[in-house]
């Protein structure tokens, strides 16, 4: 059990740590269920690919 707890709340942190170091421009995508693909290209531009529209 205290295993199980343990690699719960590591995952939480691990979430928290990755929202933080990508920032609100690509996070925001993290949240929608339609989200497919996040793609960031060396010139700072991001692809977004959902299952129900065309790239953003």
Same mark, same amino acid.
């Given at each position: ?10 995952? =939480?942190?691990?979430?928290? #740590? @990755? ?9 925001? /995508?993290?949240?929608? %269920? =339609?989200?497919?693909?996040? #793609? @960031? ?9 959902? /299952?129900?529209?065309? %790239?953003?």
């Amino acid at each position: 059990m205290a295993n199980s707890q343990n690699n719960t709340e590591g995952r =939480a942190r691990s979430s928290r #740590m @990755l929202r933080t170091a990508l920032g609100p421009a690509i996070t925001r /995508f993290l949240d929608d %269920p =339609a989200i497919v693909e996040v #793609m @960031l290209n060396p010139d700072g531009r991001i692809w977004v690919e959902a /299952f129900s529209r065309a %790239p953003l």
